[in-house]
């Protein structure tokens, strides 16, 4: 039983390979009547696009989505609205050296072993190309949780073991404005120097970094999440985690909670402002027995470094001979500054289908 | 859209609140003519059950289970297999002093504005008692997996700051003797011995602690794991998320890995003596691409420090008012220790779901 | 990739042989709140258990229900409906005969072969005994109905050629009364009693005969069913067809609609008095492109004879040899007046599930 | 929740409206490694497209499907496979006359009421030409049945009144030679005559006729369907009443198996020349206990006559005044001949998708 569908009631299908004709994806259960603005769609899948700046792969795909089905005169209709973004910049011969050798810590030996065939240009379906559909459907998630006044925010908050600070944020506005300012996508500015002076640094010497995305959801309504196993976090750590390269994930106090006693974890209940109730402290990262307590959500994901090296590496070949490959094409030498629209990609959709799914009331 | 449901092929659904008649599970799903051995699976339940030792609470429950359906002769038949463990030792009195109250970092709060309504004795449904449920169904997988040789090992890795070297498994027998030669359930003797101490420390000053287990899974076959959205890294992930108290999952190099460059952290392929291919590093931590590699499958999962303490808190009531509430009744200082087979539960399930859902080939 | 979890929101998922401990079923996604009659259930069970009358199976079952968890003061709390119907009245060994033999039109031969094991006792889990758990887990969707007013009617409309008239529901609890009436659960007295003879005559042949049954849904909100699968008829007819000795299904004009002329069969549009949309004829049953369209939803089930006659039949045994077999045990000549409520179950499941799915608008 | 999704293991999702960008489906689970042959795709909806014959639509469609994804050298690849069929004759201006009133009997008023928007041009969403995205997923299900010798064979078997003998199938080869050399689809010539005049007066007189289909599904193994809920009759029922216009359904004695005796319907088990189990009698339409037995599957699907009448007729608006509407646009005066591909292709996904299910024992 394959595994392309994501989410209960706001439900994704993606498709595509890399260097296929197109990728894609299908949205089935966004409620109808909801305006949709596809400038904002194309923005969101420009910050994911491949040749962005320095820091990132050269590769240039334009990432133009075109709309097929589920709107009608500016607004869902509530059927299944399928978005196409077709591949254009398939250099597919730089990956014909792939075709006989697993390259190191990719997809191709498990592709090939699970399936008995594997479209080996650019890492086919493995490719994180994929997380392009990804993009798309969440930004029709992020126009359906606006509606609720629902913020997902996200930055870079690692590259290597350069760490930024703790970000206060104050709107979303300002936050979003800081955070594109630099081609890292980091929220402090001088921690983003840093970070894109190493992440050159590194792409010179034709290797790669790790990095961290921290995210962080506004104005989460108190009640999203279904107990016993489809909690929010859970179902937060699940979107995060099949992102091509994450390898952890953490909410709330994560794992340094783990090392705290109960006496300092607890979050002490007291009365907001407003009459609503609210934590003084928010290690539980927003959520309580796996539903949103109407704190801010916040959660941290990890990325390993890209597989995709420009050092000569050994392998093995399909036949079982000792083999040696070296990285070609243009890759990135850190995903994170790209990886920030999929983290809040993966985040609305989850929000979104907990949204619709939080109905506990007769009627 | 509720969800007490995990798994799509080996799928199981949960239910029962800590002081109701009863909990239980139905898995649905697990292939015909698995000879199921009852001991077993009631001493997976003992493993996890309250009262073990002077480090877990002192609740009495034996946790016998009862299986209702699905077996005939000893062996499954395919159809739904039910199994019931009454609640026995429920003071629910214990608890009247949370009908009004919501306790620090329990889900009380989350649960009487989601639904409206709550079983505020012991938690209700939010209460850490049903993983037993999942321990009754995580043994039935295991029985599953040992058919095809794979064994799923877990042990405390941490308690507060006070870590286990890494464990050098040779054999899961010994791997679990050692193991279950403490109390604490840390294959380290020496780690354990000051876990122990630690906690046992805790526990008299009223106060509770966080903590780690890690997971190893052996001889998982090549080939598990559904990409996109089901890799098996990210299925294993919301497992662990969906267990009470966690707040945090890595596998293979995880949130260390983000520190690292992609020349260090590539996992080179090799030919193994039996002919099959291995990598010299683990850092994939035997997923790449999100399906099993064949190298044993290593993961992290974070612990926060129980809610419950003996100290006095601060909180606030469902009226809105200050209030003031202490633990009462009977709680662990620490869950790790209990928490070994429910991760290992967890982690069978995922693995005994995917084992099945793996069929690619044309029949 | 087992089927033994029907709907989608409101989700039951049913366990239990015929001749094990129990029987039982759990609703996951049951609103909260909803105040629960137990005697209403057991109502519900006692109108579908054996030894009713002199026209139904001896067996006796007193189907005793049991609640195990969901409910809190009389409520549902949002958290899965455990329910249990233990078995009392097994007499096994009147199966020890079919241990070895594939009893005609029965489901051995292909449990069998399917599973290569099968509970020979009673049929185990293809027996419809099964449909007790349904019943009640129908009796929780109907309450679910009733606070929307919506009423599920079914009666029984043929015994073999002798069908009853179409009957003009004035109101629930007059068709109730009427149906309730008599043993064969006719809503028309005088056919009632062509039936209950005719039944009662192939009884004392030791024969068995198949019949039907009508079910008319009253104050059907508009908008139920979700295009284009899920289509509420298409979500009926699978509930239906899933019932033992099921063999047809037809809503609106059915069969007969397929002679007819579009000049014939459109259901005019009109204005009804409290300013709603009418259809002047019903040939549509309440749906329209797979929605419901406010009228009574209209629909017809066809039953095939029971299989277990006290004739003398030739077969084949488990080794390919020549074999016979005579019913023993105690048996129903005619399924339908046990199938009224099970019918009306399964319904109630339907529209309860279409009932939460319904949310198309942006929150 | 949305039901655009069909299938649990071999599953599909359509999207597309009549006058949008174009329709298609994603096939998402097809195993590994089947070859695909493009032109027997297209063949298949060629013999589904409008404009085939003078007795359907006069619309002209290529119905030119394009394959996206999942395809690499002539083989499926196990990722989803997205098929693209564009809209080219769409005269959205003849449907302007339906934006403010609701055609009688079709999904105008259904679907502006559930969703409160709707595409009115040609019925959106709901028109039947979405069931092209069905032929087309169900071409690559029949070509997977093949590689296992299954064949799926349907024909039209009655035009209003006019219905067809029983059809004995020799080889599916010469059923099939049989039934496209007529263009009603009718397997038995005499009859395929009376059909066709009898269609092509109803046409003249601007009006419209309903319809049966038959199909038999040829060496079907043993073992498919899954209990208690997904029974093989019941998943084929709900797939053939998901197809626009079909309002019953039957398998095996059906409709007649209800007036029938135990004694006369069961069917006696005997042993065949290859030593298989087979019946002397099928009327259980090859399927006991919801699983197949390995005789012929049977059944039966009635279509209502086309809405769409050139005649004028009385309405309401969507204010709720009478109105009057007449059928412009080319439309079929009779659904069946270019139904049955639709529904051999919706059998092929059935069965497609318990082939897959059906794994029963421990791996």
Avoid: W
């Avoid at 075109?66 to 509530?78: C, H, Q």
């Avoid at 030498?333 to 790209?338: A, G, L, N, S």
């Amino acid at each position: 039983m394959a595994g392309n569908t994501f989410g209960q009631v706001f439900r994704i299908t993606t498709f595509g390979e890399s260097h296929g004709e197109a990728i894609g994806v299908i949205i089935d259960g966004c409620p109808a009547q909801l305006p949709i603005d596809l400038e904002f769609i194309q923005t969101e899948l420009d910050r994911r696009k491949p040749g962005q700046s320095k820091i990132t792969t050269q590769r240039k795909e334009s990432d133009t989505v075109k709309i097929l089905s589920g709107i009608f005169e500016g607004k869902t209709t509530g059927t299944p609205i399928a978005m196409l973004i077709p591949n254009e910049d398939q250099r597919s011969k730089d990956y014909s050296h792939n075709q006989d050798v697993f390259r190191p810590s990719h997809a191709d030996y498990t592709y090939q072993t699970k399936y008995g065939i594997r479209d080996h240009r650019g890492g086919g379906r493995s490719s994180a190309r994929e997380t392009a559909a990804r993009v798309a459907a969440g930004a029709v998630a992020k126009l359906l949780l606006k509606t609720q006044g629902i913020d997902v925010l996200a930055h870079v908050s690692s590259v290597g073991k350069i760490d930024a600070p703790n970000i206060n944020i104050t709107t979303a506005d300002e936050f979003i404005a800081q955070r594109e300012n630099n081609i890292v996508r980091c929220a402090d500015p001088a921690t983003a120097e840093e970070m894109i002076a190493c992440i050159d640094s590194i792409r010179k010497q034709g290797d790669t970094i790790g990095g961290k995305v921290n995210c962080t959801i506004l104005n989460c309504p108190v009640g999203l999440g279904e107990p016993v196993f489809d909690k929010l976090h859970a179902d937060l750590g699940k979107a995060m985690l099949s992102i091509n390269a994450v390898h952890g994930f953490e909410y709330g106090s994560g794992f340094t909670g783990s090392e705290m006693l109960g006496s300092e974890h607890n979050d002490v209940f007291v009365h907001g402002n407003a009459g609503q109730v609210k934590t003084l402290t928010n290690f539980s990262g927003g959520v309580q027995g796996g539903i949103s307590n109407g704190m801010s959500i916040e959660f941290k994901v990890a990325f390993k470094p890209v597989a995709t090296i420009m050092h000569s590496q050994n392998t093995v070949d399909a036949e079982g001979n000792a083999a040696q490959i070296q990285g070609k094409g243009r890759h990135d030498p850190c995903v994170v500054p790209r990886a920030v629209p999929i983290v809040e990609a993966m985040a609305a959709l989850v929000l979104a289908d907990h949204l619709l799914r939080n109905r506990t009331s007769v009627l």
